[in-house]
């Protein structure tokens, strides 16, 4: 191990305590962008923490709660850009938090609180990076940027505008994405990409009101009609059926190879869909090749007439359903609306309403040849000391594509919460040793950057 | 006009005041057996109205609401058995009655009040014929038997075992079902059968909780699986796709002959269905068949997941449907049952959960050529002054195979309400006309019976 980053490791572990202290000061404030609890508090802090670590800082209007920018800006041959959030889930239910949700408190080598893995573990681990490094180095490498915004959770409604808008201040060669994982085996998983998605919700209409459901013999029954048009976008598997679709899937052998080698512990998959379709049961590689690069269309809710205790018999006047699909690079939102139109039109259902819900957005995916995965990669393995899990994609969606579509950055994922950091939910929690590595992974990373994008040589390790 | 007739149809108009004042009296106690308000009070008054038409009477336990029960047992050569209700449904919305729904109010010809079509007006109608026929011939020439139950309008649960462990009493050559309706072009609609229901609930399960919709990919989605298992059971028309369901199915040349010489307005179809099936349009032929000799698969209503305003990303664990069945002759609920849960078995979807919902019951049909249906239709020929409409059956159901197959009488349909007589709805209406000829129907019905049903003549006329 090169003498540096010993140094800078050992660093790390001793000032635990100042990391440590540093998160907790986040997690104090709440920051739920679905209420605007604490999201003045939040985004002050973050700011403040970046301030603290020697950022140049500023806050940026977006039109709803604030972003928060700071970078360095010191080192002409490369730059990385980090993206993050502030923000977080409602804390709901109370009571089944262990300790409260926004009083961070330190058991079993983990902090709880709301946030603590999604997504201010990760944020503050990368700010401590900067501080880490220059503390070890002398100074820092590489320039860096952060963009923790406040609305990821309710889904970024202004970040295409704030992207848009502010070209020359998030310029960057690369781009290191919110979140990732560690799987059970301690091996940290980089994800290449996320996928894109569309919300869609389907109305089907019968002219009068509910009528008695024995004018069924005749009457068009919109729940029947809605079932139907549904039928024709995908099957029960949740594969699209659409041509459309379907021509857009690119199974790009560099990809799949990521699935072969990877290793994964199918246990992990099984535990987490609860129960699997047939077509994945027992397989690993399939279940991978569907979760990261198939669309799925997926009946998020539907509703249609009398759905209270017992019986009543009533023909429905209207039926809707909530459809997401998950797009994977090459589908394009309008394109997917459209072809659910044609299709529905075609089929005969051309008076189902088909309207879109929310902001959608295409796939995104980075190469792993690139030399930013790589970089990622690379110093994941030595700071973790396992070989990193790559996978073609996050299973889930994410605005990404505004970094590699718009700014043109490759992007990847990583990060340090594990399968039972239970975001999103009550106790959620951040391992201490993660958060380390985590600072360590990203030093690394700060410290590689340049060597690694301009002549793929990896100095420190 | 035989010149009893002319005397006994002068006396109903006569007594208008005193048929308009029992049915009035009737009306004013509620009866609402979906909460049980009232009915101690209606199905008193309907006993006090039975003894004074002369009957003797009787209240049948039931296990729940009582029966009302009245009789005259003077003929050995005949005896015709009405069956009625006392119940009715609820009022609401209060709000959107002209005058409050126990208060029968008199307008423009009408008489206004909850059950003032379904069913008291025809049951007072009934029970006025009586007297109206003792006053007019001196005598009952036929043995009545009248039989009000109290539960019909929450699908009449005691019944079944009411009828069966009261055979004796209830014996008749006959029974006139409680209700059919006077068309547009003012022709009594007679009909010669119901369907039967069958009302299932289908869930569809996953196991684990709701889980983020990215893990539809892999993991098993209830909605769709219901949807695929709902499309194995019928089209999006409701046409039954089950080969046991379509094999029972008896387009007896008979009773397609009815709907072909029935000269239907297919406006009333038109209005009544809101928006038709496409097979059916223009067609009143095959919306008649349909109707009343087709059996139907409905979706009275279905439930999954995330339902609420605007998108959320959900894969649901748990999917339910409500289904009804509409029978044809021949049809069994229990075979109809089973053949939908082995459909499901054999299309993969043995793991739904097919549950019963309320009472199951066959349908059930009169021969048009039986005595009498012959009897029903040419008294009310005379008493209507049209030519009445024949149908196989009515569009809805009820459990009229208690009289057709338990009890061995031909069964057949006939009554004094209207498509605008809003029954189930505020402002429920009767036609005073419409109930002086119903009292005047009956009565030929009762003079004409016993030689009608023994010699096929029709003397009173």
């Known amino acids: 191990m090169h003498e540096l980053v010993e140094r800078l490791w050992r660093r790390i572990k001793e000032d635990e305590e100042v990391y440590v202290s540093r998160l907790k000061r986040l997690l104090e404030k709440s920051g739920v962008s679905a209420t605007g609890e604490g999201i003045e508090e939040a985004s002050s802090v973050t700011r403040e923490l970046m301030d603290e670590v020697g950022l140049r800082t500023e806050t940026l209007s977006t039109g709803g709660y604030p972003a928060v920018f700071g970078e360095v800006r010191e080192e002409r041959h490369g730059t990385v850009l980090f993206y993050n959030h502030y923000d977080v889930q409602p804390p709901d239910p109370l009571e089944l938090w262990e300790s409260p949700p926004f009083s961070p408190s330190v058991r079993t080598g983990r902090v709880f609180a709301r946030g603590a893995a999604d997504n201010k573990g990760n944020l503050v681990a990368r700010l401590c990076a900067v501080e880490a490094v220059r503390e070890v180095a002398g100074e820092l490498p590489v320039n860096v940027k952060f963009l923790a915004e406040g609305e990821e959770e309710i889904g970024s409604p202004n970040l295409p505008n704030l992207v848009r808008s502010h070209g020359y201040l998030l310029e960057a060669d690369a781009c290191l994405w919110e979140m990732s994982y560690i799987d059970d085996r301690d091996r940290p998983v980089i994800a290449l990409g996320v996928k894109g998605l569309v919300y869609l919700e389907l109305v089907a209409r019968r002219r009068g009101g509910d009528l008695h459901s024995s004018w069924g013999a005749v009457s068009v029954n919109p729940a029947w009609r809605l079932m139907g048009a549904?039928?024709?976008?995908?099957?029960?598997?949740?594969?699209?059926?659409?041509?459309?679709?379907?021509?857009?899937?690119?199974?790009?052998?560099?990809?799949?190879?990521?699935?072969?080698?990877?290793?994964?512990?199918?246990?992990?998959?099984?535990?987490?869909?609860?129960?699997?379709?047939?077509?994945?049961?027992?397989?690993?590689?399939?279940?991978?090749?569907r979760l990261t690069m198939m669309p799925v269309v997926n009946v998020c809710g539907i509703h249609s007439g009398y759905t209270g205790k017992g019986s009543k018999t009533v023909l429905p006047s209207e039926a809707f359903a909530k459809v997401d699909v998950r797009l994977v690079p090459r589908m394009r939102p309008e394109k997917v609306i459209e072809s659910v139109r044609r299709a529905l039109r075609a089929g005969g259902y051309g008076d189902i309403e088909v309207r879109q819900l929310g902001g959608s957005y295409p796939a995104a995916r980075t190469a792993p040849e690139s030399p930013f995965a790589e970089a990622v990669t690379r110093t994941a393995k030595v700071a973790f000391e396992k070989e990193p899990v790559v996978l073609p994609s996050m299973q889930g969606s994410g605005p990404m594509y505004l970094f590699t579509e718009v700014l043109g950055q490759p992007c990847v994922l990583a990060g340090v919460s594990r399968r039972d950091s239970k975001y999103h939910a009550p106790n959620e929690n951040l391992r201490i040793d993660d958060y380390l590595r985590g600072i360590f992974h990203v030093s690394l990373l700060m410290l590689n950057f340049v060597p690694m994008m301009r002549w793929g040589v990896m100095p420190y390790r």
Chains 1, 2 share one sequence.
């Open 230 to 289: 549904l039928s024709l976008i995908a099957d029960v598997a949740g594969s699209p059926k659409l041509a459309e679709f379907n021509e857009d899937i690119d199974l790009d052998p560099k990809f799949l190879k990521l699935i072969e080698e990877s290793d994964y512990d199918f246990r992990e998959i099984e535990e987490g869909a609860g129960e699997l379709i047939p077509t994945v049961r027992g397989d690993v590689r399939e279940a991978l090749k």
